[in-house]
């Protein structure tokens, strides 16, 4: 079965970088949708960067500039790039795939297989 294990979270203060990755296994196809969402403590989730198959990544304007997704598909592999972190940026993290055609690939509903998560927490 599909399954997604993130990695790379912690604490770091305002200013800091780190970079998320997403271990991928489980599966033959190349995935229709990928992405990366987060959820504060109190909020819903949100998209933070996603990508139709071999698209490009789609970012949300809070993290424009500062963030970049990225895959390395011969480790499938799914990595987010954070700089010039801010505390607006603490939440977990999930990364997701999805095998499906016909969606756009920017909502949580495009997605079928999330990871558990990892914790980003930034200190100000």
């Known amino acids: 079965q599909v399954q997604l294990v993130e990695s790379g979270g912690g604490s770091v203060q305002a200013g800091g970088s780190l970079r998320l990755s997403c271990s991928a296994s489980g599966y033959t196809s190349y995935p229709s949708c990928l992405g990366w969402f987060r959820q504060a403590p109190g909020k819903g989730r949100e998209r933070v960067a996603t990508?139709?198959?071999?698209?490009?990544?789609i970012y949300t304007d809070s993290v424009k500039g500062r963030f970049t997704a990225y895959r390395d598909d011969a480790e499938n592999t799914l990595y987010l790039e954070m700089n010039s972190l801010k505390a607006e940026d603490t939440a977990m993290y999930y990364c997701?795939?999805?095998?499906?055609?016909?969606?756009?690939?920017?909502?949580?509903?495009?997605?079928?297989?999330w990871g558990q998560g990892t914790q980003v927490t930034v200190s100000s």
């Open positions: 997701a795939v999805d095998f499906r055609a016909g969606f756009a690939c920017n909502a949580r509903s495009d997605y079928h297989y």
């Open positions: 990508s139709p198959r071999f698209g490009m990544f």
